[in-house]
């Protein structure tokens, strides 16, 4: 076979000598240049260092997306600590102000003693199923609030236990508020006008209305919600311990805690500040 530099024995002709050094001129500057590249290659691959104190030629405001990935999980809490009582205590919860949920209750919280002393009030706290609460963060509220030296408790006259099943002097009860209109009307009251709660006398149930337990009244406003929670178990068991509704003294003084503080702040143009305690002043 015969190839283009000449024949297979003899030497290379001049213009076969001249394209071979031209070749080997071309080779030469291939050479250089990719020398060069693998240079400047090199160059960019030392400034990415592992300790990654480098940048790449794109620039210090470039991120590897997977860096950034990484720097914005390390930024969330990976240990958030749950939401306190106090806290849980002042959120409102969604509930629709029509619901009438099972019509059936069911203890929730357990057996809790009685932490004071005096004449000792035993009580169970029942919850409706299918309502979207915390069982557990109402019996909690009632037991604490009850318990409370400004509450029905102050001054060691009675102390109140919870008991989880059973027999009880009375059974605080969070329910829909077509069930707690429901169980109103047993003992003739009307709740449904204003959506509010009662103590059904003639029943042992104090009906707690877990739209207002969710939601509030305007009186006391989004940022007492707490104090607004307080109240309702108080002015409740208030009825159960056999207190009537009273009335607003003179202005700008605190409402009584049996004053229909959801429906009003205001009576015979005087109007109180809103007041979750029977005694208020003992701490």
Known sequence: MVDGDGGPDGPPSA??????????????????VTTVLAVVVAGQVAEQRPDGTGHSGGGPDRTDPQDEGASRSGDRPQDAKPASYAQRMAEPFPLDAKLTA???FMPVGGAAKAPGRGHVVRYRVDMETGLPLDGQLFADAVHK????????????TRTFERVASGGADFVITLASPGTTHVWCAKSGLDTSEDNVSCDSAATPRVMINAYRWAQGAKTYGPDKMYAYRQMLINHEVGHRLGRDHEACSRSGALAPVMMQQTKFLTTDGATCRPNSWPYPGSR
Request: hydrophobic share 35%; aromatic share 6%; charged share 20%.
């Open 15 to 32: 213009g076969a000598r001249k394209g071979g050094l031209g070749r080997t001129f071309t080779g030469v500057a291939a050479a250089a």
């Open 102 to 104: 099972s019509g059936k």
């Open 145 to 156: 609030t009850l318990n409370d030296d400004r509450s029905w408790a102050h001054g060691g």
